[in-house]
């Protein structure tokens, strides 16, 4: 039973850090792509970002690129968003989501196989 587990999140003021966790169980992360999409109330599930099976290349919206980073140590089956900055704008529930052999940037929620349950941010001004 493959289960993604999101944590991490929290509420946090304008231009602090957060730092994401993904921590998957019965499936090998070294197979898998990870993305991150959040959900803000009322909206759709947007993409965030996203890492390939093999680490790189590395995928951001253009909402968070250049204050985001993805990664995933695959030795503890583990995908991290670390975000700077962060803004009122960020505020939503976030979810990281596995696909096999992901390598190419995909936007689109239904392309992915697993989700995890979201962890909330908040981001107060």
């Known amino acids: 039973q493959v289960q993604l587990v999101e944590s991490g999140g929290g509420l946090v003021q304008a231009g602090d850090s957060l730092r994401l966790s993904c921590t998957a169980s019965?499936?090998?992360?070294?197979?898998?792509?990870i993305a991150w999409f959040r959900q803000a109330p009322g909206k759709g599930r947007e993409f965030v970002s996203s890492i390939t099976w093999s680490g790189t290349p590395t995928y951001y919206d253009d909402s968070v690129a250049g204050r985001s980073t993805i990664s995933k140590d695959n030795t503890k089956n583990t995908a991290y968003l670390q975000m700077n900055s962060l803004k009122p704008e960020d505020t939503a529930v976030y979810y990281c989501?596995?696909?096999?052999?992901?390598?190419?940037?995909?936007?689109?929620?239904?392309?992915?196989?697993?989700w995890g349950q979201g962890t909330q941010v908040t981001v107060s001004s």
């Open positions: 989501a596995a696909r096999k052999f992901l390598v190419v940037r995909l936007n689109r929620p239904i392309e992915y196989d697993y």
């Open positions: 019965g499936l090998t992360l070294s197979g898998y792509g």
